[in-house]
């Protein structure tokens, strides 16, 4: 689990990774309960690596301000939240609200998707351009 940032989030969401950002404090029964049962477990570790994903953790146990304002941003007064951001669409964030189920994360991970990586994205999109170029020179 990556300590959240807002530079290090910015920064892997540029890099085109996918981030599962969770929300939690040590005084939150529900936040522990999902952490149990549906976050730091087996087929959650497995589907973040096969999609290259990153798990970051917002600890709110001192109730750090950085912290609330990034919940406000999602339109969250309380925890737990889960926000996946899916790296090929960072701006549209999946939001899990309160108690999840080990499905309901592993479904919300499929759907974000696989980390992209952004120079590949690049090269292959100037790539495809080439042809056409070529073909209306002639």
């Known amino acids: 689990w990556e300590p959240y940032s807002e530079a290090k989030l910015a920064e892997l969401q540029q890099q085109g990774r996918t981030v599962m950002l969770d929300f939690t404090a040590k005084w939150c029964v529900n936040c522990i309960a ?4 549906a976050l730091d477990t087996e087929p ?3 589907l973040l690596e096969e999609l290259n994903a990153v798990a970051m953790l917002a600890d709110w ?3 750090d301000e950085r ?3 990034k919940l406000e941003e999602l339109e969250s007064q309380s925890i737990p939240l889960l926000a996946i951001y899916p790296g ?4 549209q964030p999946i939001i899990l609200r309160d108690l999840v189920s080990q499905d309901t994360v ?3 991970l499929r759907q974000a998707g696989s980390s992209v990586n952004v120079a590949t994205i690049a090269t292959k999109s100037q790539q495809d351009m080439i042809p056409e170029v070529a073909s209306t020179t002639r």
């Open 34 to 37: 999902n952490t149990n049962f």
């Open 44 to 46: 959650t570790r497995q």
């Open 61 to 63: 146990t001192d109730q």
């Open 67 to 69: 912290i609330r304002r």
């Open 88 to 91: 090929g669409n960072p701006d």
């Open 106 to 108: 592993l479904d919300a």
